[in-house]
T-cell receptor
Framework: DAGVTQSPTHLIKTRGQQVTLRCSPK?????VSWYQQALGQGPQFIFQ???????QRGNFPDRFSGHQFPNYSSELNVNALLLGDSALYLC????????????FGPGTRLTVT | RKEVEQDPGPFNVPEGATVAFNCTYS??????FFWYRQDCRKEPKLLMS???SGNEDGRFTAQLNRASQYISLLIRDSKLSDSATYLC????????????FGGGTRLMVKP
């Protein structure tokens, strides 16, 4: 049973560029959440997708957008990259329903130069 | 004030020691609680959910005090492999499944 997968593993971008990160949820899961983890801090919630719609959003600007596909996989897009966007981006999957456990993928480490 | 607060540590303990981590949360509407473990430069992995009645999984015991808005994790008979950062996590469940993480407590178990 494949767990949560993410691609790419690492990415280096220049300030002002755009980036797309991808996530495939664990088999049987239909909900995908994205988190940003800066060095030395806990992950921060960006947004969550269910039934191809953004269901909930954290305190992140509109430069951060996402999408969920019919097969439940998801993308995170970040426009106009800033140096401060450098972080580990984590995708977590779960089944729908409040309080359900979330399982994380290995993350994409984004460096903005 | 952060919504979930933890002592960042590090906690340096010898093998075999018992160590306890504490966490406080500020939102009384929080409904679900978890401990995650994160190894250096890896993803967080679910260690255990935390229930009001307290729960145990092998050497790990988690407790929740809703009145004090306080969560704890006790690790008995520490192993070298327990060295990691332990993240306290709450879920408000108000409109889905948004996890709020503490900053993590770093544990180093020494031989």
């Amino acid at each position: 049973d494949a767990g949560v997968t993410q691609s790419p593993t690492h990415l280096i971008k220049t300030r002002g560029q755009q980036v797309t990160l991808r996530c495939s949820p664990k088999s049987g899961h239909d909900t995908v959440s994205w988190y940003q983890q800066a060095l030395g801090q806990g992950p921060q919630f960006i947004f969550q997708y269910y039934e191809e719609e953004e269901r909930q959003r954290g305190n992140f600007p509109d430069r951060f957008s996402g999408h969920q596909f019919p097969n439940y996989s998801s993308e995170l897009n970040v426009n106009a990259l800033l140096l401060g966007d450098s972080a580990l981006y984590l995708c977590a999957s779960s089944t729908t329903g409040t309080g359900n456990e979330q399982y994380f993928g290995p993350g994409t480490r984004l460096t903005v130069t | 004030r952060k919504e979930v607060e933890q002592d960042p540590g590090p906690f340096n303990v010898p093998e075999g020691a018992t160590v306890a981590f504490n966490c406080t949360y500020s939102n009384s509407a929080s409904q679900s609680f978890f401990w995650y473990r994160q190894d250096c430069r890896k993803e967080p992995k679910l260690l255990m959910s935390v229930y009001s009645s307290g729960n145990e999984d092998g050497r790990f015991t988690a407790q929740l005090n809703r009145a004090s808005q306080y969560i704890s994790l006790l690790i008995r008979d520490s192993k070298l492999s327990d060295s990691a950062t332990y993240l306290c996590v709450v879920n408000r469940n108000n409109a889905g499944n948004m996890l709020t993480f503490g900053g993590g407590t770093r544990l180093m178990v020494k031989p």
